[in-house]
């Protein structure tokens, strides 16, 4: 009867670790421009604009995603150009642009900070009924500068824990496996 439970346990420990492991994925929104520790905002003139992008990826799996963006915050500062708000993601692809137009006030003072927040949420589009999914939101201000600062555009990727949960996943996985084999034999 004890052998039972045991068994009983270990399965039922592997199907919830292959539901968990499936919710994993490697998507994530890469940005030239952000907020916080070691901020990076974007500069701007009283009354110049600039058109800027970030980059979508879809990076583990095979199902394609969607990504509805929308702006949280600084409505009046930027704007989406392209014309839908939704973007579609294949598996295994990166680099999928949302290009935003950002324009600093007229009547901006010098040294004049603004924060625009834009949400990317990410939804499985195949997924029926109940599906899970994430929402990156990614914040950058706008500043007025003193003198214009000069800086090189090279991007940095959203920090993305997946392969690490994945790889927690499956050593919990070998563990419980390893316990129930002793503990039978036992």
Do not use: C
Not at 67 to 89: P, Q, R
């Amino acid at each position: 009867m004890e052998n039972k439970k045991s068994t009983n346990l270990a399965l039922f420990s592997l199907l919830a670790l292959a539901l968990t492991l499936s919710f994993v994925s490697a998507s994530g929104v890469t940005s030239f421009y952000w907020d916080g520790d070691n901020e990076r905002p974007l500069y701007l003139q009283p009354g110049e604009s600039k058109e800027i992008f970030f980059e979508l990826q879809n990076m583990v799996g095979t199902d394609d995603l969607n990504f509805k963006v929308s702006i949280t915050k600084g409505a009046e500062f930027i704007e989406l150009i392209d014309s839908n708000e939704v973007y579609n993601v294949p598996a295994q692809t990166q680099n999928i642009k949302v290009n935003i137009k950002v324009t600093m006030p007229a009547t901006a003072k010098i040294g004049e900070r603004h924060n625009v927040i834009l949400s990317f949420s990410a939804v499985n589009p195949s997924a029926s009924g109940f599906s899970l999914g994430s929402v990156f939101d990614k914040s950058f201000d706008i500043v007025v500068p003193e003198n214009k600062p000069v800086i090189e555009e090279k991007p940095v990727k959203s920090n993305n824990n997946s392969y690490i949960y994945m790889l927690v996943g499956i050593i919990i996985l070998i563990a419980i496996i390893i316990w129930f084999v002793r503990k039978s034999k036992n």
